[in-house]
């Protein structure tokens, strides 16, 4: 069945950076866009972006637009989510998911803290 | 950018009871292009529902969703237990957003 994993939550230091990575298994992880969701409970649910299958074509939130970047490693099934200048209001759980517009699989999330 | 406003924000609702929960856009949605998920504690959103009213794989059909243009909404026919949880709309005809939610508990 379809899974994903997501790792490399941490705590970091406002203007810090980030990577985080997500491990798909149980699908053709390369015909598939990829997207990064991020949940609070103060702002709830904000898409972050996406990466289409073939990694060539990216689209993100006008928040973190020119900060994070997402990628993908199609030989290892591994989607990565590079976050840059991190501020306080990017602390959140981190979702990957399938598809792009809506999202029929996800993963359990990854913490981020982002605090001095 | 397109706000989804869901009501009630809690629902109280017994086993077997009909739940109707709402999610009204700021403006339309193109493509009836709006998704239902439900949310469990500590667990990751579950997609129910696309394109309005297409139930995803393995969903139960006592699942169903309806609207258009600004008004969207999901019934569960009949609650099971593990009905209860927190429930998301999502629009993709324009980006994408969330709802911020309806909790249904039990009564």
């Known amino acids: 069945q379809v899974k994903l994993v997501e790792s490399g939550g941490d705590l970091v230091k406002p203007g810090g950076s980030l990577r985080l990575s997500c491990a798909a298994s149980g699908i053709t992880f390369s015909a598939y866009y990829m997207s990064w969701i991020r949940q609070t409970p103060e702002r709830g649910l904000e898409w972050v972006g996406y990466v289409s299958g073939s990694g060539d074509t990216t689209g993100y939130a006008d928040s973190v637009k020119g900060r994070f970047t997402i990628s993908r490693d199609n030989a290892k099934s591994l989607l990565y989510l590079q976050m840059n200048s991190l501020r306080a209001e990017d602390a959140a759980i981190y979702y990957c998911?399938?598809?792009?517009?809506?999202?029929?699989?996800w993963g359990r999330g990854t913490k981020v803290t982002v605090s001095s | 950018e397109i706000v989804l406003t869901q009501s009630p924000g809690t629902l109280s609702l017994s086993p077997g009871e009909r739940a109707t929960l709402s999610c009204r856009a700021s403006q339309s949605v193109s493509g009836n292009y709006l998704a239902w998920y439900q949310q469990k504690p500590g667990q990751a959103p579950r997609l129910l529902i696309s394109g309005a009213s297409n139930r995803a794989g393995g969903i139960p059909d006592r699942f169903s969703g309806s609207g258009s243009e600004t008004d969207f909404t999901l019934t569960i026919s009949r609650l099971e237990p593990e009905d209860f949880a927190v429930y998301f709309c999502?629009?993709?005809?324009?980006?994408?957003?969330f709802g911020q939610g309806t909790k249904v508990e039990i009564k």
């Open positions: 999502q629009q993709y005809g324009s980006s994408r957003t």
């Open positions: 998911a399938r598809r792009s517009v809506y999202f029929d699989f």
